[in-house]
């Protein structure tokens, strides 16, 4: 059991993007500082860290000249090179653990794992060739979606088969990846409830937000979820199931379908999550610093919120509303400090407090 | 009339200490860079500062490089020698602008500046000598409070008169600085409110917040402050009236006391302010964005409070207290990172969350 780290320690932090950013925010309101690294330039990290390395994922000697600045590491994104966290790991604690990080890398390994504690999961099967396909689409039936079992985010390395004919384009989309298909849920709402866990093993969650998604990419999320009490028991119990079974230290994001059968894992982050951003102004203690409190040895906030919030991400063109949602009360405007504006690209978030 | 800095733009801070890291850390939000200009080693805004200057402020080449490297400059800290800022000026725009500066730099001039536009102030008198001394004393009476005019804060600089016989000791005090004399004013509470303005024209103020100062070091400030709403409405009115006159651009922090004949300005602050830090956990926009939106053009924060807050310094060895702090619901806990922990420091501060 670890103290907590004291004023003025390092948290190394892998990743340099707007969940970076906002990780070292919070380390510094703890008095921490962080290191981050980042193979691309001029990431959004880099205005509001301690240190910044800019270097590849497999720079042997700048991965160990960075585990060696800092007291531990983290990370803002799950698709870390293995290799990179080796050498890591080394020498310096990583916080969540290489199994959270291992099972939620894989979406075969990570249903797996929800379905052997007792979670409910979309049916899915493995995929690796044409056989396995035709048997799978068989038993699921269609629609259903083949995925990647590895780096897929906000939609990316998805397949969509709505009819058994759509099997070879979408065996081909996959480049060669392993796969694995999965069925649709017929759902009513998503949810993401976000829970952390300290290496004292105090779990906290905050209450479960509703999402709504645009092209595949969060678009709001509203607090609270229009959900029965129980289903938000049901939730805490999960997740609190998913964190102490992978002996997890810090926070995670646990996306949820709520369904005539209760809630179904659609998917969990090992991190901080897009659907957390709200917790910036609906409570005491946000995502970021909670997740920070977690790897630091801190007493976890309680999850208690102030105010119902409805988080909006900005994407793309959607800068082009900052100017008005500037002037709207009751509206906190985050920006990522991205120059370029691209479709797609996430450049900021507002919360609106609703009271 | 400047158009708002758009993303990515660089604003210059004069003062590295924890001011400057929070409005750092604002900046941000709003997708823009900080650059750091201190004389100090390691100051706590470094750790989240795009780009930090360590040079005294008598360094002409650092000074230049700084200004150019920079859209606009603004200020942590008033004692700025005009030196410094007679260089910058001549490079890129200073805000909040010179003239308020000047005035909350000069005890008398700050007074005399107020008296002018028809404000209460406490009596005063210019002191220069022995007889000026002598004379004040018998005008304004005793006790009373012989101040420096320049480069006092936080109790520093100021030598206290019960009696006429204490006259000798507190000019020597004052080891050849102009001081003045300022009278005791009976007042039942201190409060203070803080108030923006930005190149439009556009004000805004938070309600004003009650202050209780332990040592000469602000203790505590709780919002809403126990005061008729006459008072609030005076509070805004005078701040307003101060903002304008000096076509101020930034956040201010007016402390006034509160007596049977109305509210008595007490001091100003061309920044913002320890007895603003409660708007980090109470409002949408907080003291520090407000600062920055104001400076770099945006539309203010309308000051509306989402939550009542309780905010608390934590001075020296109450940094003992933070675990406890850390586990106190509804406490939002906010240190500057400062390693080396000294009587009379401050290392941070938290903010109580009431509703």
Known sequence: MTDPLPTGATIGILGGGQLGRMLSVAAARLG?????????????????????????????????????????????????????LDIIEAITPIHPNRRALGTSQDRLVEKNFLQDIGLKVAPFADITNDASLESA????????????????????????????????TALADMAGAPAILEGFVNFSIEISIIAARNPQGQVACYDPGENIHRDGILHTTTVPATIPSRLRTDAVLLAAKILNTLEYVGVMGVELFVTPQGLIVNEIAPRVHNSGHWTQNGC?????????RAIAGWPLGDGGRHSDVVMENLIGADMDKVPALAKEPNCAVHLYGKVETKAGRKMGHVNRIKS
């Open 32 to 84: 921490l500082r962080t290191h981050i690294y980042e193979p691309g330039s001029n990431p959004p990290a880099a205005d509001v860290a301690h240190a910044v390395t800019t270097a590849p994922y497999d720079d042997v000697k700048a991965l160990t000249a960075f585990a060696n600045s800092v007291d531990l590491v983290t990370y803002e994104f799950e698709n870390i090179p293995t290799e990179a």
């Open 137 to 168: 689409i068989a038993s699921i039936g269609t629609p259903a979606i083949l995925k990647t079992r590895r780096f897929g985010y906000d939609g990316k390395g998805q397949s969509r088969l709505n009819t058994s004919q759509d099997a070879a």
């Open 284 to 292: 005491a203690v946000d995502q970021f610093e909670q997740h920070i």
